[in-house]
């Protein structure tokens, strides 16, 4: 219920949260956002700080986990966490930073081919080990 608190207080202040808002970039104004929603919760700035970022990165985690869903079986997944459909305004801001399902599939292909060189490489330097152990 805490975080619904919170989502809702800053949702009321787009300064904090909206990166195209005119005064985003303004300190001063994101500190007094802050400092507002302090005054409503009574729950110190740094804890705020603290939740909401928490909370964001749950939302990013289950942005992704329904992009790739709705990729693979091709409709939409249901998010089980409850401050999910509260966290929706958010999804524009985050929309650009997450990356295409196709751009996932090729990083994970560069990771597995990394990780095959990796091992060709310890088994190579292995079997060079024990060749010279053998000559010696």
Not at 27 to 41: D, G
Request: proline fraction near 2%; charged fraction near 40%.
């Amino acid at each position: 219920m805490k975080g619904a608190k919170i989502i809702m207080q800053i949702k009321k202040r787009p300064v904090i949260w909206n990166r195209s808002y005119p005064t985003h970039s303004n300190k001063q104004m994101v500190a007094a956002a802050w400092r507002a929603i302090k005054k409503v919760l009574k729950i110190s700035v740094k804890k705020l700080k603290e939740e909401w970022k928490d909370m964001n990165e749950k939302h990013l985690q289950e942005l992704i986990k329904e992009i790739k869903y709705k990729a693979k079986c091709g409709r939409k997944r249901d998010s089980k966490w409850a401050n999910y459909k509260l966290m929706d305004f958010m999804k524009k801001e985050l929309l650009p930073r997450t990356c295409t399902c196709q751009q996932k599939k090729r990083a994970i292909a560069k990771k597995r081919n990394n990780t095959k060189m990796v091992r060709r490489k310890e088994v190579t330097t292995t079997v060079r080990h024990r060749e010279k152990e053998e000559y010696s």
